[in-house]
Every structure is written in structure tokens, then in C-alpha cells.
């Protein structure tokens, strides 16, 4: 009798978590389908970019789908922008491409942080 009883609630529990699973999965496939590309890049402000030396230049991944070069930003705001990056390509489900990235240094142009290829 306390098999039976014990049985019971494990097939419920074990039913309403399947359930739970699939509305999780559906909810997650809707919402990575209904996303347009630019809402997988973080955005950089340009005020993040300013500075007056060479050195105080670094460099920040933005899209998900690693399908530009990044972006140049102040060293000061490099963890920001990566922890940005991180919490979005963490539930990212879409393409990469497939390119070897060029060399950079970033370098400090006009008081903004730019990228210039290694020649």
C-alpha cells in the first residue's frame, strides 16, 4: 500500500515537469525566433570611447553571432560592455560565422578610440 501511495504524486510531479520543460522551450524558441539581429549586438556609446592617449584604448566583442570585429571602447568601460556581451550571447541560440578575425591595435583618433589594422 505504500508503494501505490508514494507512486501517485511522483507521476504527477514528473507530468507537470515535462509540461513545465516544454512551455519553457516553447516560451525560449518564440522569443529567440522573434528576435531581429541587431538585438543580439551590444551597443556602444560613444562617450565610452573618448579618450587622449593610445593606451587607454581596448576592445569589446558585440555581436553574438561574431560576425564583425567588435568595437573599440575606453579601457574604463571594457568590463561593462563584456559582461553586457556575456549575459546576451549566454542565451543566444542563432548562427556564427565562420572568418578568422584580422589583427588590430586600438589606437586614439581625434579624442575617440578607434581600430586600425596591423599592416
Known sequence: MTG???QAPNKRLVRRATIAAWAVVLVWAQLASSQDERQWEVKIDPADQACTADAECGHVTT???NCNDGAPVNKQHVMRYRD?????????AGAHCARASPVFRFVCRDRRCAMEPFQ
Open 4 to 6: 501505490a501511495w508514494i
Open 63 to 65: 555581436r553574438c553571432d
Open 84 to 92: 553586457a556581451y556575456e549575459a546576451l550571447y549566454r542565451v543566444y
